[in-house]
């Protein structure tokens, strides 16, 4: 019976090529632009962060990481942002604990000063990253312009090519893309088969991922020891530490919507942004300056050198990264939360390296990463892929398909990391 109903099921209608050919032109300008503006933004971020994290505090005579220069540049950070988000024409876009990486289109007015935002927090080191502003700008723009120079392609047709672009540029491979198209469509009513929907965002994303290789060879794996052939030491450990990251992650999630409505009682964006830039000094005061900004470049310093700290110094970077992401998107920075989750499951899984000499420090970090980017996004495939990409070994990838499943049915059906407009975390 079930194989006649299997036979007689219906199949989503396939796409004739001529419906896909007209999309490949615009979904290869859309990832070129998509990954060059991405490369100017963090371009930018990065030479501004060298003056005020270098040039400008050696001019003063005072330490880079001290503590009073933390204080005073992450304080100077939430005023310029908050200046920004007061008066610049559209405020900076919505609420950024509101948005994902499903990006609203928003005016093209708001976009100038949600890029300037961004680049403001990048540079001045609160704990988010660039995935969340860039995306939307990119979204945008390409249905700004889109929609004028091309009017006959479906307006639905921008949005997912440039957040496939976006997503393909920040990772460096259109996988990525990929993975998050296809969860996506996956909840959706079929209109033609899977691979006629991500023709073209995988084109846009292909695009990206290229433009990006080419001009800035980025690179995720993060030089941990190889593993070799695994064991079941190796599997025990992937499972316990990815469902403990997870339960570490849902605690963030937890407090989030608390912790944002604190600093949604101030009410103005001169008081919450510049009392967030006061907490997070004292976060880096506290963790260090590895746990400042987005969180790529210092966990390749921790991954470095995994034994080159104990397992109480481990524990506190991981838990203060882990406050400052929450309190960075709570009080109006302009960031995503990908990319500093990657840095707490990071440093929690070398903590279980550093407590545990058995625990091998690609098995501990990768499952870290796996658990808390589970717990923050739900993305399923993104996690288990980012998370695959930390260690250069194929073996990781089958303890890491066991490890996502008791830490998914830890976190599905629960809150995550983004609220609705009133306050309300997404289920």
Not at 221 to 231: A, T
Not at 322 to 343: D, E, M, N, Q, W
Not at 355 to 369: C, N, Q, R
Not at 374 to 383: E, P
């Amino acid at each position: 019976m079930a194989q006649e109903t299997a036979r007689h099921a219906p199949t989503a209608p396939a796409t004739p090529a001529r419906a896909l050919l007209p999309l490949i032109l615009p979904a290869l300008v859309v990832g070129v632009t998509a990954s060059l503006l991405l490369l100017l933004v963090s371009g930018v971020a990065e030479q501004l962060q060298d003056v005020l994290w270098g040039d400008l505090p050696d001019a003063l005579g005072v330490g880079r990481y001290s503590v009073f220069w933390m204080m005073v540049v992450l304080t100077a950070t939430g005023v310029a942002v908050g200046l920004v988000v007061w008066k610049v024409p559209g405020h900076a876009g919505p609420d950024p604990a509101t948005t994902g990486l499903d990006a609203p289109v928003l005016p093209v007015g708001v976009l100038p000063g949600l890029t300037l935002a961004a680049v403001l927090m990048l540079a001045g080191g609160p704990s988010l990253g660039p995935e969340n502003p860039i995306i939307a700008v990119n979204v945008g723009l390409a249905f700004w312009i889109g929609h004028r120079l091309l009017p006959r392609l479906p307006g639905r047709v921008w949005p997912m090519l440039a957040e496939a672009a976006t997503i393909g540029a920040l990772f460096g491979t259109p996988v990525a893309a990929a993975l998050v198209i296809s969860e996506a469509l996956a909840g959706r009513p079929a209109k033609g088969a899977l691979w006629d929907n991500v023709f073209a965002p995988l084109v846009a994303a292909a695009a990206g991922a290229l433009t990006t290789d080419l001009v800035a060879h980025p690179t995720f794996d993060l030089g941990l020891p190889p593993l070799g052939r695994p064991d079941g030491g190796d599997l025990l450990a992937a499972l316990v530490i990815a469902s403990a990251a997870a339960l570490l992650g849902m605690g963030a999630v937890r407090v989030f919507p608390y912790v944002h409505g604190a600093f949604g009682r101030l009410r103005h964006p001169m008081l919450m942004l510049p009392a967030g830039g006061v907490v997070l000094g004292m976060l880096g005061a506290l963790g260090g300056h590895l746990t400042l900004f987005k969180g790529l470049d210092e966990v390749e310093e921790l991954a470095a050198d995994p034994d080159g700290w104990t397992a109480g110094e481990f524990a506190t970077m991981t838990v203060v990264k882990l406050a400052a992401l929450v309190v960075a998107a709570s009080c109006g920075f302009r960031g995503g939360r990908i990319f500093p989750a990657v840095f707490v499951g990071a440093a929690f899984g070398l903590t279980a390296h550093a407590l545990v000499s058995g625990v091998h420090p690609s098995v501990g970090a990768a499952a870290g990463v796996l658990g808390v980017l589970l717990a923050i996004t739900r993305h399923g495939w993104l996690s288990l892929f980012t998370a695959a990409v930390m260690v250069a070994s194929p073996t990781i990838i089958t303890l890491l398909c066991f490890a996502s499943l008791p830490a998914w049915l830890l976190v599905t059906g629960r809150p995550q990391m983004q609220l609705r407009a009133d306050g309300t975390p997404v289920g």
